[in-house]
């Protein structure tokens, strides 16, 4: 099937769905997004004995793109709830943000290339 598929990573489970286009795949994209920053809120790992890791450093979802023409993206939500856009799937590459730009804003220009 042609189209695009969401995976949502949300602790140890994961759920799929499929699109027919980019914007329907990117506004899906950004609504599991949304409701993971919205749920995200983890204290800091370690200190004693291995290295101390802030809420901003642990990624406790993620939201990922894949459809035609090798297009592979998506959205890490850190623990703070804070959110990065990415594209790529083994080599991935931050989308920077312009500013006053969310990270979907910045993934919507990104991918619209």
Excluded at 26 to 37: D, M, N, Y
Aim: charge should be positive.
């Amino acid at each position: 099937m042609a189209g695009f598929r969401i995976l949502v990573h949300s602790g140890a489970k994961v759920h799929s769905e499929r699109t027919d286009n980019l914007a329907a795949a990117l506004t899906v994209l950004e609504r599991h997004a949304r409701r993971l920053e919205d749920g995200a809120s983890v204290a800091g790992e370690g200190g004693t004995l291995m290295r101390r890791l802030e809420p901003v450093q642990l990624v406790v979802g993620r939201v990922e793109l894949r459809g035609p023409g090798r297009v592979r993206a998506g959205v890490d939500v850190r623990g703070d709830g804070s959110a990065e856009a990415y594209t790529g799937r083994l080599r991935r590459r931050l989308v920077e943000q312009e500013e006053d730009e969310s990270p979907y804003e910045a993934l919507r220009r990104e991918l619209s290339r």
